[in-house]
């Protein structure tokens, strides 16, 4: 195999959002730990990219449709599987190939990895895995280690983004060394915190080409139990290369404790207690036991500092170590220096420090809420004056389940929706209409096997497909509906009533989502249906991929009663004001946020609010 080194890219932005020219020398650049990612990975030769948007690990893909094509070939899948199952494709033909992904995707992607542990690679094969501790904008809390674990791959644990570039590279390298995949595990913060980076050139990687092994390819259960024993001969590999790798750093202290400690908990141990003897393990799995009971034995007291699920420390005490760890610090939330110093003044290592001092003035709290003009409300809207039982999916729409739409009653994971509304009406207990809510990516993501299904089993159920032309969620991505790929490029454009009508469906209407009276008409009508019945409510995001403004309305605050039908809407460009009516407060429009959508006038039950230009033509 030979390689070369190319000149760099016009590579992600160095502060400013925006692509730079580069010098194509290796610079420090001011880097997210996704971006730092995308660059370790285009440094390291890849050849094949592919993801699903999923916060918070959407900017690594984002970031990665910024090298040049010649490079690398970077592409938004449909789901996670799809995703992974086009990495594996490259990896077989021999090329460097990775995958990104949040923390529940990887559920999705599991069943590929399962059976990918086994066969092992061709070309280097690399997951990044982001986990979202605190839930900030997911559907649950989840530890991606615990996968390692039951794939038997090793995890490379990242503690900020010079790290974050430099594990990406060296994890192409293991995988084609020890023929494994390997999960490159980053967390929230250390996806969104930016740090000085250090960069490196490209080093290009000749594909092996295709590996013609039909028994270590091809999963079939005769393959299958030939193949399961080298994984644990692999995990054994791995041991033997950790007891030596500068991936297991051991800091010496003065004090006599020590902390066995990995990712973004690394450095808030060294702000809090740089005293300290501390073992920083940059991969969880496997994990070296020799260096582990050295390190043991050599300070009087080991405490175990890990985010989420005790899997170091479980490991350890396996390993017959007398350690600690959940006992002082959370297995829930997302650590801090806060958190962290709460744990270690528990264990008595820090003074107990000074109750903090109350804000004088506290932040008013900011309800979650649809964008201003968000085209999803009117539809939450008339599905809660219909009554209807709605089983909601993943996306912003979600925000419906709240006051003041609160029209949503179940929500599960991406493409449940359908499926949950299908068991529902099987169960013949409800007496509502039953809706299920999907969005346009995440109805190509996981929603056409589910209504496939409905059809199949006659079900009474009406489906409402909130098409917004983007992946609005996840900040404006494109997908295989809006007709633009990943670079920006011009690609077919899926047609959803085609599609719908080709499983069989007959009963489908095309909506704008801005005219409430067919909104209203048309879902009505649609929940009556005996059989299964799909709304496309059509009408583009907002914010993206560029912020919609119109004409602004206003209230004629002489004609408003206060009867709050349009409050109803939820818009944050409505407030209620400081004028009465019979004991009501009336209501104003912030000219600034409205987008001009109409849906408030056209619900007004005293036609009061009326666009700006009707107030200036007749004074």
């Known amino acids: ?51 699903y948007p999923g916060t918070p690990s959407t900017e690594i893909m984002e970031s990665l449709g910024k090298y040049p094509a010649q490079d690398l070939q970077a592409e938004w899948a449909t789901n996670e599987k799809v995703a992974l199952d086009v990495a594996i494709g490259a990896s077989f033909a021999g090329a460097r190939a990775m995958t990104s992904m949040k923390h529940v995707g990887l559920n999705v992607a599991a069943d590929a990895l399962m059976s990918q542990t086994y066969i092992g690679v061709n070309g280097g094969l690399v997951l990044v895995v982001c986990d979202d501790p605190g839930i900030h904008s997911s559907q649950n809390e989840q530890d991606t280690r615990i996968y390692g674990h039951l794939a038997m791959v090793p995890i490379l644990e990242p503690a900020d983004a010079q790290e974050a570039l430099d594990f990406t590279r ?42 013609e092994n039909p028994q270590k390819n091809v999963m079939i259960p005769g393959h299958a139990r030939l193949r399961h024993s080298a994984l644990f001969r692999r995990e054994e590999q791995l041991k033997q290369y950790l007891e030596q790798s500068e991936l297991i750093r051991w800091e010496p202290g003065s004090e006599p404790v020590g902390i066995v400690t990995l990712c973004t908990a690394y450095t808030y141990v060294k702000e809090l207690l740089p005293q300290a003897h501390v073992l920083k393990l940059g991969a969880s799995y496997p994990l070296p036991a020799n260096r582990l009971r050295e390190f043991c034995a050599a300070v009087e007291r080991v405490i175990v500092i890990e985010e989420l699920e005790p899997i170091v420390e479980n490991e350890m ?74 089983s909601g999916d993943i996306g912003c729409y979600t925000l419906a389940a709240v006051e003041p739409l609160k029209a949503i009653d179940t929500t599960v994971a991406m493409g449940s929706s359908i499926a949950n509304a299908t068991g529902m009406a099987l169960a013949g207990s409800e007496t509502r209409p039953i809706v299920a809510t999907i969005g346009d990516s995440t109805f190509l993501h996981a929603g056409i096997p589910p209504l496939i299904n409905a059809v199949y089993n006659r079900v009474n159920i009406t489906v409402v497909l909130l098409d917004n032309h983007i992946t609005a969620m996840t900040g404006g991505q494109d997908h295989p509906g809006t007709g633009r790929n990943l670079r920006g490029e011009a690609v077919h454009k899926v047609d959803y009533e085609a599609l719908i009508r080709s499983i069989g469906i007959t009963w489908i209407k095309k909506i704008d989502a801005y005219n409430m009276g067919n909104v209203f008409q048309y879902l009505r009508e649609a929940t009556l249906y005996p059989g299964v019945a799909v709304v496309i409510m059509d009408r583009p995001c907002v914010l993206d991929p560029v912020k919609i403004k119109g004409s602004p309305f206003r209230v004629d605050a002489e004609a408003c009663t206060g009867c709050q039908t349009c409050m109803n809407l939820g818009c944050p460009a409505l407030s209620w004001s400081d004028e009465l009516f019979e004991g009501h407060h009336k209501v104003k429009i912030d000219e600034a946020a409205c987008i001009g959508c109409s849906l408030c006038a056209q619900v007004s039950a005293t036609n009061c609010i009326k666009p700006v230009e009707a107030f200036e033509t007749h004074g």
Request: glycine share 10%.
């Open 317 to 390: 005490k396996l390993m017959g170590l007398k350690v600690e760890g959940k006992s002082l610090f959370p297995r829930e939330g997302e650590f801090s220096p806060d958190v962290i110093r709460a744990g270690l003044e528990q264990a008595g290592l820090l003074p107990a420090s000074k109750p903090k001092p109350e804000p004088a003035v506290q932040a008013m709290p900011r309800p979650p809420l649809l964008c201003a003009g968000c085209p999803h409300t009117g539809a939450y809207m008339a599905l809660r004056a219909l009554n209807a039982r709605v």
């Open 1 to 51: 195999m030979t390689s070369q080194t190319r000149s760099q890219p016009l590579a992600s932005d160095t502060g400013d959002g925006g692509s730079n020219p580069k010098t194509g020398q290796p610079e420090i650049l001011p880097l997210m730990g996704n971006e730092a990612i995308a660059r370790g990975a285009w440094e390291a030769g890849v050849k094949v990219t592919a993801a």
């Open 170 to 211: 060296l994890a192409f390298d293991l995988s084609e060394s020890f023929d494994t995949p390997v999960i490159v595990r980053g967390t929230t913060r250390l996806s969104h915190t930016r740090s000085l980076v250090q960069t490196g050139e490209r080093v290009e990687k000749d594909s092996r080409g295709f590996d």
